[in-house]
């Protein structure tokens, strides 16, 4: 395993990190969960990413029990806050109600007095963002959170959120974005900004909802079981779906060959050769899925590949910034 600070702070954490989107206390049950956690730390992975609505709650308690007992100090555990988690009108947003109850709600569930970043899952148009920034730092002043992070926030949104930090003295480090070969909406903008102030990006979906492993082929219907049978990853799935982009992840195996990895470690490799990138998060329903993908770890690709990359996918890559939006 490699590792890379985190923005322009001290945190360091593994460029690849294990998240439990869509897995853990949902779609795999808590003995494979386990086993799946037990195979990242067995492959390096210090850094652990949930969120509070992941599985309605569910994926923070698999994900303390599944860390219990491990040395707290060796471990980066991440989590977010934004979407709703029960049904009153304080239960979901930017609100400092929700953050601060929603805070107290993930440090027990992941059986944990403090995490290592704390994200906002979305930019909340509705609660003033001084509001927002003064209620992460009062948790960081508490203890309870070291660092402070963002998730699929614009730029512009980036850079305010970032001169109210300065002014609290918050350390907003990092944002987490969608990002892969079929999806660059973060370059024009996000990226940037997040450069000029010091903000990583911790990747999701490197591997575009598992469509860069190659496995949904054009014209045929999709594997039994995989995420795009699945009825909430299927949503997720479906525009990377489209017979031209499984044609194109097709023409991409005699790259993945040449430099001696599998399609699924190439994308991974992909992402991380974008020097603000801190860290690709990778999930998974079976413990070999995590060992196949930590080997994309370190992997320098060269100038040639990644233009050979972009020769193949031309004419399918999203790159408008205007999807980065809070629905």
């Known amino acids: 395993m490699e590792f890379r600070r985190l923005g322009r702070s001290g945190l360091t954490i593994s460029e690849i990190s294990y998240g439990n989107w869509l897995t853990h206390g949902s779609q795999v049950e808590e003995e494979q969960a386990q086993a799946c956690v037990r195979a990242a730390l067995d492959a390096g992975i210090t850094t652990f990413d949930t969120a509070d609505v992941y599985a309605g709650t569910r994926a923070e308690s698999v994900l303390g029990r599944a860390l219990a007992g491990e040395r707290r100090e060796g471990l980066e555990i991440f989590t977010k806050v934004f979407w709703p988690t029960g049904t009153g009108e ?46 992460f730092a009062d948790l960081v002043r508490q203890g309870k959170v070291l660092y402070v992070g963002v998730s ?18 918050v350390p907003l480090i990092s944002n987490q974005p969608q990002y892969s070969m079929l999806w660059r909406v973060i370059e024009d903008q996000v990226v940037p900004a997040s450069e000029r102030e010091g903000i990583s990006q911790i990747v999701w979906s490197p591997i575009a909802q598992g469509v860069l492993t190659g496995k949904y082929l054009p014209g045929q219907q999709p594997p039994s079981g995989s995420r795009a049978t699945d009825e909430s ?29 599998s399609l699924a470690q190439l994308a991974v490799a992909w992402v991380l050769q974008n020097p603000n990138v801190a860290s690709a998060i990778v999930g998974a329903s079976r413990p070999e899925q995590v060992t196949e993908n930590v080997k994309a770890a370190g992997v320098k690709l060269g100038e040639e590949i990644m233009a050979k990359i972009d020769a193949v996918l031309d004419g399918v890559v999203e790159t408008d910034p205007r999807q980065t939006r809070t629905p």
């Open 90 to 135: 304080n239960d979901r947003g930017l609100g400092r109600k929700h953050i601060i109850e929603s805070a107290n709600a993930s440090l027990k569930r992941l059986q944990t007095d403090y995490v290592d970043l704390y994200q906002a899952h979305r930019f909340d148009r509705t609660v003033p963002l001084e509001e927002t920034m003064l209620a």
């Open 152 to 169: 699929e926030w614009t730029g512009e949104q980036i850079t305010r959120g970032a001169a109210i930090a300065r002014e609290l003295n």
């Open 233 to 261: 990853g299927s949503r997720m799935i479906a525009g990377f779906m489209r017979d031209e982009v499984l044609e194109k992840v097709q023409q991409l195996r005699p790259i993945a060959d040449e430099v001696g990895l």
